[in-house]
């Protein structure tokens, strides 16, 4: 793990403080809502014990948009008012998408860079399963899918100018963004992005995948490193506007590629809903 | 009014020799007003030959079309709701908005006709077509109707409708599951969910005391309720029947008919209904397609 100095350190500390939270809650209802057979009493409790998701549910219950005579003031009310479907949804989208921010870095727009975390992150979540992954551990799978790239949103309030002088520079002359950052910038995304998930107290098995996402080869590789890496090199692939800071395909390190065993060009096919849970994802952004 | 029940099915349409009696559409309800105004409810597979019935012959070329919710077999067949297409019609569409994903009812139905789905793109019909997003208990006037929604309870955002002129009420109560305790009689929780369960059945119960017709979602009959359909966003008949006595109503129509149910499998559980609740005999029946009320 990279450790940063004392003054870094704090301004680090600082612009990670100016991101939502990622709390515990989430990754359990997460893993919660994973379970089509889920205990709706167990999915009440974890809420109810987190104030701050009870209150965004609250207030998205109470909103115009549901139009309730009545004001919902508990979670148990919701569920008995708007159903435990409702709730369920609700809680996913406010729990897992709050974290994202919606400001642009420099010149690249950040629908852009949502829209290659989203990929990545139903990619991940998709393909872990096609590899038999059990679906109460696809969750990890989907989050280090959806914030594998939240560092770069760090070093762009961090860097500010340069940073967006590196994105365009990464735009173009194809150069992976990584690179750039390795050459001009003390830390790299990833990087940044372990520290910021570790304060977010996120499973070490999301944060160290993070961490590695460049540079797979620096230690053993698990399960959730290799889908991790795949997914972002198919979310590229993926993606529908060509020539973004960070299209730049990379090569599949030897053992991966065996791991593998076909091209990245074949993995979308062998994904079934992949446009149905990149729509369903997109739809909790926004 | 005159209400004629145009699709009695849950789930999907069943054509076929074993649906012949009870009928094979999927839910759509026509309220015709004394003042002359049309009022459709749900776009299930029933409003096709309505609207087919609407280009044929003379009558008003503006209707309100009122949808519970925009699950399938409550939209399904509004791409094959002829006026659409006509210019000169004008067809007001009502309905709930999907709060999860903050999507309009317009965006939510427009789906249905992008061009992987559907050959005509919404912007391309001819009628003019325009949306309203509802809101739990605020109400519309329609010619000689007063349309109320009702909040009631599925897995999507779902109203019932309560449609008064004069002295006379009708309900349908669109999908409607009752509420169950999460907790077990003792455990910690049980106390504080079972009155806000009460408080929620007080004001369904409300709106439909005294009611002249009632046509009520009533897909499963207890036992299959209880063994493995909780949550599933339905009701079973019992549930309904008695409260015919408890709210004094005076007909309940039981509708949304399982796919799996033939016409002898639902003329059984009438007889069964019949004699489990013989004093209510008279007050209950299983709502056939084609049916026509005068209130």
């Known amino acids: 793990m990279v450790e940063f100095s004392g003054d870094e350190a704090q301004v680090l500390a600082r612009i990670v403080d100016t991101l939502p939270a990622f709390p515990a809650s989430v990754q359990a209802i997460l893993e919660l809502t994973g379970d089509i057979n889920i205990d709706p009493r167990k999915l009440i409790e974890v809420i109810e014990h987190d104030p701050v998701l009870t209150l965004k549910i609250l207030r998205l219950v109470n909103s115009a948009a549901f139009g309730l005579r009545q004001r919902m003031s508990s979670i148990k009310q919701a569920f008995v008012y708007v159903g435990i479907n409702t709730v369920k949804n609700l809680a996913i989208s406010v729990a897992a998408m709050g974290t994202m921010p919606h400001t642009n870095m420099g010149s690249c727009r950040m629908e852009l860079f949502l829209e290659h975390c989203v990929t990545t992150a139903a990619v991940a979540r998709l393909f872990a399963r096609h590899r038999g992954v059990t679906e109460s551990d696809l969750s990890d799978y989907f989050v280090a899918g959806l914030l594998h790239d939240i560092g770069m949103i760090i070093l762009a309030r961090w860097q500010n100018d340069s940073y967006a002088t590196l994105l365009e520079q990464a735009r173009s002359q194809q150069l992976p963004i990584v690179l750039l950052e390795r050459q001009y910038l003390k830390y790299d995304h990833p990087q940044i992005a372990s520290l910021v998930l570790s304060r977010w107290q996120l499973p070490e098995q999301i944060v160290t995948a993070v961490a590695t996402h460049h540079s797979p080869l620096e230690r053993q590789l698990t399960q959730l490193d290799m889908v991790l890496f795949v997914a972002n090199q198919v979310s590229k692939l993926l993606m529908s506007e060509a020539g973004h800071p960070f299209s730049k395909i990379e090569a599949l390190p030897e053992p991966m590629q065996a791991w593998l065993g076909c091209e990245l060009s074949e993995v979308p096919a062998l994904l079934g809903k992949l446009e149905a849970e990149i729509e369903v994802t997109r739809q909790f952004l926004q | 009014m005159k209400i004629t029940l145009r699709g009695t099915r849950g789930s999907i349409p069943v054509p ?86 903050n999507n309009s009812l317009r965006h939510v139905l427009s789906r249905q006709m992008e061009y992987c789905y559907f050959p005509v793109l919404e912007s391309e019909l001819k009628a003019k077509i325009r949306y309203t997003d509802l809101q739990d208990g605020v109400s519309y006037q329609i010619g000689s109707l007063t349309v109320q929604p009702i909040l009631t309870n599925h897995p999507v955002v779902n109203f019932g409708y309560l449609i008064t002129e004069g002295e006379r009420r009708f309900f349908f109560t669109g999908d409607h599951e009752p509420p169950q305790n999460l907790y ?112």
Not at chain 2, 41 to 50: H, V
Not at chain 2, 56 to 80: A, K, R, Y
Not at chain 2, 191 to 219: K, N, T
Not at chain 2, 269 to 285: K, M, N, V, W
């Open chain 2, 16 to 101: 076929g020799a074993e649906s012949y009696i009870y009928g094979g559409n999927t839910t759509c309800i026509e309220v015709v007003a004394q003042s002359g105004e049309r009022v459709i409810i749900d776009a299930g597979s029933g409003i096709r030959p309505l609207g087919n019935q609407m280009v044929n012959q003379e009558g008003p070329s503006h209707c309100h079309i009122f949808l519970t919710h925009t699950h399938w077999d409550h939209i399904q067949g509004l791409p094959f709701f002829v006026p659409l297409f006509i210019p000169g019609f004008t067809i007001d569409l009502f309905g709930p908005v999907d709060p999860v994903y």
């Open chain 2, 184 to 295: 077990q009689r003792g455990e910690e929780g049980y106390e504080e969910y079972q009155r806000l369960i009460d408080e929620r059945l007080a004001l369904l119960d409300g709106p439909m005391q005294g009611v002249d017709l009632v046509v009520a979602d009533s897909m499963f009959t207890r036992e299959e309720y209880f063994s493995k359909r909780m949550g599933w966003g339905h009701s079973y008949y019992d549930w309904w029947i008695e409260r015919v006595e408890r709210l004094n109503i005076e007909l309940i129509m039981l509708t949304h008919h399982d796919p799996e149910r033939t016409d002898r499998a639902l003329d059984a559980i009438f007889s069964e209904l019949q004699e489990s609740y013989p004093h209510l005999i008279g007050r209950f029946a299983i709502a056939t397609e084609g049916m026509v009320f005068e209130l």
